[in-house]
């Protein structure tokens, strides 16, 4: 499986979302679009609801997210989370998970993303992919993704 590409500036722009969430103690997600799988070409910050530990996106917000998705031909192809501590996956982010294709990739970065840099943006995120089976299995960031 070839690693999909995602751009410097997305990268730098996800970090400073997560970290403005951190600043007032919240969770905050992004969502990473694209066409085909190999590429993200936009960040996309649904309008979401945000406490220290969730974030939720009601209704006519996803309406926007479909409108935006179905209007510029994209999908979602990574979904992009903080925590308030440790980086993992918990049930209920299996149960959110707002992408349901297989190679699908669900990243959480620790610690409301402060230490987050583009270079080691890869490394500190704990990196998830959705198999075929529609399990979300952790994987290497580096194996999955390459920042260009
Ligand atoms: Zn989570």
Redesign the pocket.
Known sequence: MSRMKVGRDVVAATIERLQDGGRIGH?RAVLWLGRGAGRIEELYEPRQRTRADQFYFDGPSMQLLFAHLRGKRLRVLAQV?S?PGRAF??E??DDWAIIRHAGALSL?LPRFAQEATVDNFLDLAATYVLSTGNHWEEASGATLLEVC
């Open positions: 969770e989370h925590h996956h918990s209920a982010d959480v």
